[in-house]
């Protein structure tokens, strides 16, 4: 049961009759518990909507379209409040973060809605087999998986849950109803890479061909971890290392199964200083959202965009690129280009250090307003600081740090701050000052 906080005016609920205050009891006779549930049953063509008004139960008959919407709100989008974390992983970067963030960044989500909602990754201990079923009934796919190993004696020891290892199962029960299953490995020096890596991508196979895709991601370590387990990164030539290990056995499923299946974040490449893949080897980038072939797509793009047949032409202009330490260089090249073939344009690129997590940290999505504030102070700016949007929250109205781009342009004498995709062509549009 739901409670109903808004109904839509001339909408199909409105109609009927349903209103504000009311609670949403069942459709069809399912009980109706969250946004799944809802959006499921929703689709049947005749519905009878049981409604609970002060206490009493009765029954709205409704006739739409397949797809149409009931037209109805709710307090959360989720109809219910997320599911939390139920672990304490040795590697868990929010237990890493210094005071003084936004709030809902200390917040741990282990929630399957989300994970099929907007492609979050789950652990799958806090799901029981009555969740596994509704996501096959419902055919919820795929689900992104927090894999980390196979082993399960080593997956309760690294996310400090006796659960964890047991509900590995659920995978076999997802893949053998055909839920396509992503995967993620945390690589943390010492624990789970080396034979324990090789163990989790060979028995992964097994759930071919439910299992799309796997991405291997460095642990991520700030300066915070005083009181916690401890880690310590990977040495460039580990990460070489990590690298051929991955792609050797990359090189066998894509002769077995004609696809990769297994990557490596972009991070590795750049810490043992090696040049990164080209596209093809990306395939459809089936996880790029986790930083597996963002800076390939990111220069590919770019260079489609500059070297196409409409003309391109700037009144003089300049910018500056604020990025972090891993984006770089691939940051200068594209800047090169553009002045090589954009006259009046000048592209500076300053390579901002993360003080506030810690020099560890070198991606530009972690960067903070007082970072940027502290190093780009004093400079000529020119025109405007282009920053990446993954630096702020999804409505690009804040930083990590709990400060606004308008802060930070008034830190910086009233430049203008432009967040940019991980698009070429907006990045080329940005130093142009193309509106997208």
Known sequence: MVEITDVLPHSIAARAGIVAG?????????????VLDYRFYMTEKTLAVKIRRDGADFDVSVHKQEYDDL??????????????CENRCVFCFIDQLPGGMRQSLYFKD???????????YVTLTNMTPADIDRIITMHLSPVNVSVHTTNPELRVKMMRNKHAGEVLSYLKRLADAGITICGQIVLCRGLND????????RDLTAYMPALSSVSIVPVGLT????????LELFTKEEC????KQVNDFGDECMQKYGTRLF??????????????????????????????GMLTSLEVEFEDALSCDCPVSASPRKVTVATGVASSALMERLAKRAMGVI???????????????????TVSGLLTAADLAEQLAGRDLGDAVLITAQALRADRDVFLDDRSPAWLSEQLGGVPIVPVENAGAELLDAFLDIEG
């Not at 037209?71 to 939390?84: C, I, N, V």
């Not at 282990?110 to 492609?119: A, K, V």
Request: charged content about 25%; hydrophobic content about 35%.
């Open 240 to 243: 070489a290392a990590v690298i």
């Open 194 to 201: 080396g034979a324990e890596l090789d163990r989790t991508m």
């Open 263 to 292: 990557f490596c974040a972009d991070e590795f490449y750049v810490k043992a200083e090696l040049p990164l893949p080209g596209e093809d080897y990306y395939e459809d980038y089936p996880q790029i959202e986790n930083g597996v």
């Open 343 to 361: 006259p009046g344009l000048q592209v500076e690129v300053v390579t901002v250090i993360n003080h506030y997590f810690g020099e560890t940290i």
């Open 71 to 84: 037209g109805l709100d709710f307090a959360t989008p989720l109809m219910d409040k997320k599911h939390s």
């Open 223 to 230: 300066k915070y971890r005083d009181t916690l387990y401890p």
């Open 22 to 34: 009311d609670v949403l009891v069942s459709l069809n006779n399912h009980e109706i518990s969250d």
């Open 110 to 120: 282990d929630d399957s809605r989300l994970s099929f909602l907007h492609g979050n």
